[in-house]
């Protein structure tokens, strides 16, 4: 299986949003053990970037995203990508690019903490939970 990792998912490892942190965690913890194939976007990792940086300084945010890179891999946002996100149903920009490029990328599923987000994503939006519960009923 191969799932995309929104923003939201990562920021909540990366500032250890307290509300969300165990289930992010546990389904990077899912990659990390190679249960199956993580990505993120290459614009994530800038918005990763740009908003940790500001709670928790360059440095550290630098070596949380050389550490995520060595467990997810990234997919490339191109021309492709960027016209056929800005003809998206997809109101939020950043949005489409994620749902666009997994699909082009034949991504199973997008994790996400706003599916609502997603509803017109041609890749099935899921939480962290309900990951967590295919998963765990084998229903992948």
Do not use: C, W
């Not at 740009?50 to 630098?62: F, V």
């Not at 109101?91 to 609502?116: G, P």
């Amino acid at each position: 299986m191969r799932v995309v990792l929104d923003t939201n998912i990562i920021l909540d490892i990366a500032l250890r949003r307290e509300n969300h942190f165990l289930n992010s965690s546990a389904v990077f913890k899912k990659i990390d053990s190679s249960v199956v194939y993580g990505f993120v976007t290459a614009t994530t990792i800038t918005d990763i970037y740009y908003i940790a940086k500001k709670e928790k300084g360059h440095q550290i945010t630098i070596d949380f995203i050389s550490n995520l890179i060595e467990i997810i891999d990234v997919i490339g946002i191109d021309r492709q990508v960027i016209i056929e996100s800005l003809a998206s149903k997809i109101t939020d920009f950043e949005d489409a690019v994620q749902s666009v490029s997994s699909f082009l990328n034949n991504i199973d599923y997008i994790i996400t903490r706003n599916k609502k987000d997603f509803s017109e994503s041609e890749v099935k939006a899921i939480t962290p939970k309900e990951f967590l519960d295919l998963i765990e009923n084998k229903k992948v």
